[in-house]
């Protein structure tokens, strides 16, 4: 069961790439340096800062908007991703007990803070990261590598790899299952059994790939897959890097936030 | 295993990129140097092969747990350091985008401490050094079970190490290696024991693939140069970096509490954005309120620690009334957008549905 889900939503992920909206028309490159300025803008921030951050928000959501993606489905994923800044951040308020705010009476200790700054920053990047690819998909990210001067072997292997995952996948989910079958409801498996699996596993892939690539020799390969390159960096692209890096600039100087705050706080006294 | 974006510093984020980053093109030259064509493929099937192990749990004996394979020194064993670096490394870039394990400004980390480790030190130096030429099972089985646990151990080493650099995480460095090195002694010993039963299982029934010269492109390798040039453009950018940061606004702000004890010194932004700088002289440093927090604070902060002031205190409540208010805009804007967007589209859509 597990297993396909987790290969469904690979696939899906993919499938949402090829929408026709703004979003997923972008030159991948764009898409690419604007996420990781994006990720590198949010973590630069102090380790205290929590109101600063939020206006980053506007960035996942009116990408989600725009690009028409599941909002529901990105957030389990996130949360699936969750446990280990969860667990690693859960020792800041045990380690860092030094009040910094007073709210309504309630002492908050600047581990508190820290920890809710942390899971902020997590939401932030993991869903940049899940929405580059669920508007961009792998091709075109590696399509987008190869453009950016990484080593042509690495993106033959991202491509290989990718390509593999769901053959692969498929076929350790039929030996589980026939495992299963055979084992009269035992949950899971023991480690001898596991490693004959595994080896199994490993033997068949292995002769698949020859087969596999001897057949694309017959076909002509020659070490490299070629990918249909229809985009270029034009205008919009420009736009839409000069746009968000301009919003986070602004945002990394100007903590529209507290100031928003501010003057609520003034407009109703 | 895996970091996150949330708990790193940028300068430790792109030293560990460089660092990684130059190891794949390393790995990438040398590959294309001395590798038969068929390498290629075979890194991708067998990435493929560690995403399909990963997907079956199996039970840890004695504990009831279940694991599943982390696949590094597995790799290393079946393609060499050079083809099984490049594997691991494509391994995690999926992970990342598609499963959200660790991020993409983590990736440098994950890579470095998932695959330069067991790659370039557990397997040449401790995998090779005990199995030697002739491959027998006990051999095999300690071999494994070592350099997987070795591996790990490095790997966990990294991890505190990046930890602790970045500073985002409150957790002492002594407390954090307690706690990361036994756990994953742990996780070691099963992986080693994983992978000793796999490679066992491959070396009965098909030895011609961890002899063949095809499968171990291990070549002489001189790691020793390569560690010390990654090492130093790593120390370079990471010294461009934090000498960058010490400057930018946080950095500045803080100086500024600790040497002026003020806050009232306006941030260069003022200047910058002028327009907006009246509402600010307005309405920043008149609220009795946050004054009387701050004074209040200072108080406290006095008996607790007064060289860390608090820096959100003044402002804390125009923080969380800010903040919502930011986070509500930002909502509206989403939904705005989306509730014009299905306006506008809604005609080619209808037309293009089953």
């Given at each position: 069961?597990?297993?396909?889900?987790?290969?469904?939503?690979?696939?899906?992920?993919?499938?949402?790439?090829?929408?026709?909206?703004?979003?997923?028309?972008?030159?991948?490159?764009?898409?690419?340096?604007?996420?990781?300025?994006f990720?590198?803008s949010v973590?630069?921030f102090?380790?205290?800062k929590i109101s600063a951050l939020i206006p980053f928000f506007i960035y996942p959501i009116t990408?989600?908007?725009?690009?028409?993606?599941?909002?529901?489905?990105?957030?389990?994923?996130?949360?699936?991703?969750?446990?280990?800044?969860?667990?690693?951040?859960?020792?800041?308020?045990?380690?860092?007990?030094?009040?910094?705010?007073?709210?309504?009476?309630?002492?908050?200790?600047?581990?508190?803070?820290?920890?809710l700054s942390?899971?902020i920053r997590?939401f932030l990047?993991?869903s940049?990261?899940?929405?580059?690819?669920?508007?961009?998909?792998?091709?075109?990210?590696?399509?987008?590598?190869?453009?950016?001067?990484?080593?042509?072997?690495?993106?033959?292997?991202?491509?290989?790899?990718?390509?593999?995952?769901?053959?692969?996948?498929?076929?350790?989910?039929?030996?589980?299952?026939?495992?299963?079958?055979?084992?009269?409801?035992?949950?899971?498996?023991?480690?001898?059994?596991?490693?004959?699996?595994?080896?199994?596993?490993?033997?068949?892939?292995?002769?698949?790939?020859?087969?596999?690539?001897?057949?694309?020799?017959?076909?002509?390969?020659?070490?490299?897959?070629?990918?249909?390159?229809?985009?270029?960096?034009?205008?919009?692209?420009?736009?839409?890097?000069?746009?968000?890096?301009?919003f986070f600039?602004f945002v990394k100087f100007y903590n529209i936030s507290s100031n928003l705050g501010i003057l609520t706080e003034?407009f109703?006294? | 295993?895996?970091?996150?974006?949330?708990?790193?510093?940028?300068?430790?984020?792109?030293?560990?990129?460089?660092?990684?980053?130059?190891?794949?093109?390393?790995?990438?030259?040398?590959?294309?140097?001395?590798?038969?064509?068929?390498?290629?493929?075979?890194?991708?099937?067998?990435?493929?092969?560690?995403?399909?192990?990963?997907?079956?749990?199996?039970?840890?004996?004695?504990?009831?747990?279940?694991?599943?394979?982390?696949?590094?020194?597995?790799?290393?064993?079946?393609?060499?350091?050079?083809?099984?670096?490049?594997?691991?490394?494509?391994?995690?870039?999926?992970?990342?985008?598609?499963?959200?394990?660790?991020?993409?400004?983590?990736?440098?980390?994950?890579?470095?401490?998932?695959?330069?480790?067991?790659?370039?030190?557990?397997?040449?130096?401790?995998?090779?050094?005990?199995?030697?030429?002739?491959?027998?099972?006990?051999?095999?089985?300690?071999?494994?079970?070592?350099?997987?646990?070795?591996?790990?151990?490095?790997?966990?080493?990294?991890?505190?190490?990046?930890?602790?650099?970045?500073?985002?995480?409150?957790?002492?460095?002594?407390?954090?290696?307690?706690?990361?090195?036994?756990?994953?002694?742990?996780?070691?010993?099963?992986?080693?024991?994983?992978?000793?039963?796999?490679?066992?299982?491959?070396?009965?029934?098909?030895?011609?693939?961890?002899?063949?010269?095809?499968?171990?492109?291990?070549?002489?390798?001189?790691?020793?140069?390569?560690?010390?040039?990654?090492?130093?453009?790593?120390?370079?950018?990471?010294?461009?970096?934090?000498?960058?940061?010490?400057?930018?606004?946080?950095?500045?702000?803080?100086?500024?509490?600790?040497?002026?004890?003020?806050?009232?010194?306006?941030?260069?932004?003022?200047?910058?954005?002028?327009?907006l700088?009246?509402i600010q002289?307005?309405t920043?440093?008149?609220?009795?309120?946050?004054?009387?927090?701050?004074?209040?604070?200072?108080?406290?902060?006095?008996?607790?620690?007064?060289?860390?002031?608090?820096?959100d205190?003044?402002t804390s409540t125009s923080g969380i009334i800010g903040g919502t208010l930011t986070l509500l805009t930002a909502c509206l804007i989403g939904f705005l957008l989306?509730?014009?967007?299905?306006?506008?589209?809604?005609?080619?859509?209808?037309?293009?549905?089953?």
């Amino acid at each position: 069961m597990k297993i396909e889900t987790g290969l469904l939503n690979i696939g899906y992920m993919d499938e949402l790439a090829r929408k026709n909206n703004f979003l997923c028309n972008l030159d991948p490159r764009a898409k690419l340096i604007t996420t990781i300025i994006f990720i590198v803008s949010v973590v630069s921030f102090d380790k205290y800062k929590i109101s600063a951050l939020i206006p980053f928000f506007i960035y996942p959501i009116t990408l989600i908007s725009v690009g028409d993606l599941p909002a529901k489905y990105l957030l389990k994923k996130i949360l699936i991703a969750a446990p280990f800044a969860v667990m690693v951040g859960i020792f800041n308020p045990i380690f860092d007990k030094q009040i910094l705010i007073e709210i309504a009476g309630f002492n908050i200790s600047g581990g508190w803070i820290s920890y809710l700054s942390i899971m902020i920053r997590f939401f932030l990047t993991v869903s940049a990261a899940l929405i580059l690819i669920s508007t961009t998909g792998f091709n075109s990210v590696c399509l987008a590598l190869e453009k950016l001067k990484t080593p042509k072997p690495f993106v033959m292997q991202l491509l290989f790899l990718y390509r593999y995952i769901f053959l692969l996948v498929n076929e350790a989910m039929r030996m589980v299952r026939a495992v299963s079958l055979r084992s009269f409801g035992k949950r899971t498996l023991t480690i001898k059994i596991f490693t004959q699996l595994l080896g199994h596993l490993l033997l068949r892939c292995t002769d698949r790939a020859n087969r596999i690539h001897l057949a694309m020799l017959c076909r002509g390969f020659n070490g490299s897959i070629k990918l249909i390159q229809n985009r270029k960096i034009g205008f919009s692209e420009i736009l839409f890097i000069s746009g968000w890096c301009a919003f986070f600039i602004f945002v990394k100087f100007y903590n529209i936030s507290s100031n928003l705050g501010i003057l609520t706080e003034n407009f109703f006294k | 295993m895996h970091m996150a974006d949330a708990l790193i510093s940028p300068a430790v984020g792109a030293t560990m990129w460089t660092a990684s980053a130059g190891l794949i093109g390393y790995c990438s030259k040398k590959l294309k140097e001395e590798a038969n064509e068929r390498s290629v493929p075979l890194m991708g099937v067998l990435g493929a092969f560690i995403f399909a192990a990963q997907m079956i749990n199996f039970t840890i004996p004695a504990t009831g747990s279940s694991g599943h394979l982390g696949g590094g020194m597995i790799l290393a064993i079946l393609l060499g350091p050079y083809a099984g670096f490049l594997t691991i490394s494509s391994v995690l870039i999926i992970q990342a985008l598609f499963f959200a394990d660790g991020g993409l400004l983590a990736l440098g980390c994950n890579i470095f401490n998932l695959g330069f480790f067991p790659c370039f030190i557990a397997y040449p130096f401790i995998y090779k050094k005990i199995v030697g030429k002739n491959l027998t099972k006990p051999k095999v089985i300690a071999a494994s079970v070592i350099s997987a646990v070795i591996g790990l151990q490095l790997g966990a080493l990294g991890v505190v190490l990046e930890t602790f650099a970045s500073g985002v995480s409150e957790l002492a460095f002594d407390t954090f290696i307690i706690i990361m090195l036994p756990v994953h002694l742990a996780i070691g010993l099963v992986e080693g024991a994983v992978t000793a039963g796999t490679v066992l299982f491959v070396l009965q029934a098909r030895p011609e693939i961890l002899k063949k010269p095809d499968f171990a492109l291990i070549g002489d390798i001189s790691i020793k140069k390569l560690i010390i040039k990654i090492a130093c453009a790593a120390v370079f950018i990471g010294a461009i970096l934090s000498w960058f940061a010490s400057y930018n606004p946080d950095g500045l702000e803080w100086a500024m509490f600790k040497t002026a004890g003020t806050e009232e010194i306006d941030p260069p932004e003022k200047n910058i954005y002028s327009s907006l700088s009246d509402i600010q002289t307005k309405t920043a440093f008149l609220p009795d309120y946050g004054f009387k927090t701050k004074e209040m604070q200072e108080t406290e902060a006095e008996e607790n620690n007064p060289a860390w002031p608090a820096i959100d205190a003044g402002t804390s409540t125009s923080g969380i009334i800010g903040g919502t208010l930011t986070l509500l805009t930002a909502c509206l804007i989403g939904f705005l957008l989306k509730k014009r967007k299905r306006g506008t589209v809604k005609e080619p859509d209808s037309r293009g549905v089953k």
